[in-house]
């Protein structure tokens, strides 16, 4: 699976963005997305996570009710809609599948995930 993250860019607080984390291979339909961030000088975080149907997701604390995570398996495409964004949103944004499991709970540490992306950089200006 190699996995493209795109729609990272600059931002003030309080915009949104949509990030796209587009797949090729069609067992992608079958795993398990996650999104996880890191900033300069940080470790990488966990952002949100959905199962491969899309009728399960999980969002770290600091960004429940902000983000959303969804799925187009016909596109091969997952996505993080991003509002109300804070300068601490700030980061790298990988997108990485766990091909390893069946999703089943969901994965949160960045351990269980066994394909990335390049990542795509979101700043937020205050």
């Known amino acids: 699976v190699q996995l493209q993250a795109s729609g990272g860019g600059l931002v003030q607080a309080g915009g949104s963005l949509r990030l796209s984390c587009a797949a090729s291979g069609r067992t992608f339909r079958r795993y398990a997305v996650g999104w996880f961030r890191q900033a300069p000088g940080k470790e990488r975080e966990f952002v949100a996570a959905?199962?491969?149907?899309?009728?399960?997701?999980y969002y770290a604390d600091s960004v429940k009710g902000r983000f959303s995570i969804s799925r187009d398996n016909a596109k091969n495409t997952v996505y993080l809609q991003m509002n109300s964004l804070k300068p601490e949103d700030t980061a790298v944004y990988y997108c990485?599948?766990?091909?390893?499991?069946?999703?089943?709970?969901?994965?949160?540490?960045?351990?269980?995930?066994?394909?990335w992306g390049q990542g795509t950089q979101v700043t937020v200006s205050s």
């Open positions: 959905i199962r491969w149907s899309g009728g399960s997701t």
């Open positions: 990485a599948v766990d091909s390893m499991t069946d999703g089943w709970p969901l994965t949160l540490d960045a351990s269980g995930y066994d394909y």
